[in-house]
Every structure is written in structure tokens, then in C-alpha cells.
T-cell receptor, first 116, second 116 residues
Framework: GENVEQHPSTLSVQEGDSAVIKCTYS??????FPWYKQELGKRPQLIID?????GEKKDQRIAVTLNKTAKHFSLHITETQPEDSAVYFC???????????????FGSGTRLQVQP | ETGVTQTPRHLVMGMTNKKSLKCEQH?????MYWYKQSAKKPLELMFV???????ENNSVPSRFSPECPNSSHLFLHLHTLQPEDSALYLC???????????????FGPGTRLTVT
């Protein structure tokens, strides 16, 4: 099955700096890569996703890049703010016309701390 | 509110007890999931139901028994648990199937389970 590895496990940055979280996946058939944010005591929520037919996607201060050849994808947060502090999870899954989308395989999470 | 509710929010049970966790989604989704979240494995998929049919079981011990009577409700029946089963149990739902408009998983708030 799919295996997703995520690094680093913890990341501390100063407010205004950029943060980068990296994930690798094992199944070359995976074609959908979402990122979830989980604030302390709250449920995980989708913040951005990318499909394998694009290499980069941006949404304001958040961007995700995908390298299919190397089987890795990254989350980039620019101009970090204290409210960005949370645990971030990457995930991967396979979508096909025959079976629809398989369940997500999540990475182990990155605890991001933005120091004011 | 994300439209996914879970009850109870907190549960303390002894190893010989039988209890059930309930999840309900009001989003018109056709797939539901149980996850276990602990310090050791942050988001560990347990079960997947697609149109009320179990499609994935990630080698979960038989002391956890899921039930999906319809596409809006999901239960997790607990029996003779171990202290290491103490964790946050998260339910999620999504749309699944080829050509669907969205595959975002919406999580419930979770049930914090403590096994004594």
C-alpha cells in the first residue's frame, strides 16, 4: 500500500519568515495530494490540495509543489503569522475512473510554531 | 460546524466495558471513515465505508467493530479495550466516486477515549 513520509516533525519559525514542509510518497499511482491543518484541540481541515496534472498551486500565502518524478510534494507558507501555528498533515491517494478515490494515507504530521 | 458530529466527546471506560461511538454527517456524503489519533501515530486510518459497504479495514483488532447502517451514520463499537487504545477517535466523511465534485474529507470533532 501507499506510504507517506513527512518532515520535519517540528518546525519553529519567526513571524514573517517562510515555512516549508516536505512529504514523500511511495505509490507512483497516487494522483491527489491534500494538506490538512489541525489547530490545537480542533479537527483537521483541508487547506490546499494538488492533483498530479499540475506542478504547483497557490492560494494567498500558501503554495504546494509536486514533483512526480521524485515522488515528493511540499507545502510552502510565506509571511507566517502566529495563527499559522498548528499541526500540518500531508496525504496522498489514488483516484481512478473505475474505483473512484481510495482513502487518504496521511503523513505523520508537522508541528509548526510561529514565534511572534 | 462542519456538518460532521460525534458523540460522546469524551469517554472513560474500563477494559471490560462495552461502549459505542457515534458519528453523523449532514453533508450528503457517501463515504465515512474512522481514524485513530494518538501521539505515536497522528492520523491512523481504521475503517472506510463507501455507500454503507466497508471497503477498507487497516488491520484493526476485532475489539473495534464498525457499523454503518446508512450513509449518514457510522458507529464504532468498543469491547474489551486495552489502555493503549486510549486516543482521539475521529470520524470523517467525503464524496467518493469517479467524477465527483469534491473529495475533501470533513472531520468531526472527535471522541477523546480513555481506557482505564
Amino acid at each position: 500500500g501507499e506510504n507517506v513520509e513527512q518532515h520535519p516533525s517540528t518546525l519553529s519559525v519567526q513571524e514573517g519568515d517562510s515555512a516549508v514542509i516536505k512529504c514523500t510518497y511511495s505509490d507512483s499511482a497516487s494522483n491527489y495530494f491534500p494538506w490538512y491543518k489541525q489547530e490545537l484541540g480542533k479537527r483537521p481541515q483541508l487547506i490546499i490540495d494538488i492533483r498530479s496534472n499540475v506542478g504547483e498551486k497557490k492560494d494567498q500565502r500558501i503554495a504546494v509543489t509536486l514533483n512526480k518524478t521524485a515522488k515528493h510534494f511540499s507545502l510552502h507558507i510565506t509571511e507566517t503569522q502566529p495563527e499559522d501555528s498548528a499541526v500540518y498533515f500531508c496525504a496522498a491517494s489514488i483516484s481512478s475512473m473505475d474505483t473512484g478515490r481510495r482513502a487518504l494515507t496521511f503523513g505523520s504530521g508537522t508541528r509548526l510554531q510561529v514565534q511572534p | 460546524e462542519t456538518g460532521v458530529t460525534q458523540t460522546p466527546r469524551h469517554l472513560v471506560m474500563g477494559m471490560t466495558n462495552k461502549k459505542s461511538l457515534k458519528c453523523e454527517q449532514h453533508l450528503g456524503h457517501n463515504a465515512m471513515y474512522w481514524y485513530k489519533q494518538s501521539a505515536k501515530k497522528p492520523l491512523e486510518l481504521m475503517f472506510v465505508y463507501n455507500f454503507k459497504e466497508q471497503t477498507e479495514n487497516n488491520s484493526v483488532p476485532s475489539r473495534f467493530s464498525p457499523e454503518c447502517p446508512n450513509s449518514s451514520h457510522l458507529f464504532l463499537h468498543l469491547h474489551t479495550l486495552q489502555p493503549e487504545d486510549s486516543a482521539l477517535y475521529l470520524c470523517a466523511s467525503s464524496l467518493r466516486g469517479a467524477g465527483g465534485p469534491s473529495y475533501e474529507q470533513y472531520f468531526g470533532p472527535g471522541t477523546r477515549l480513555t481506557v482505564t
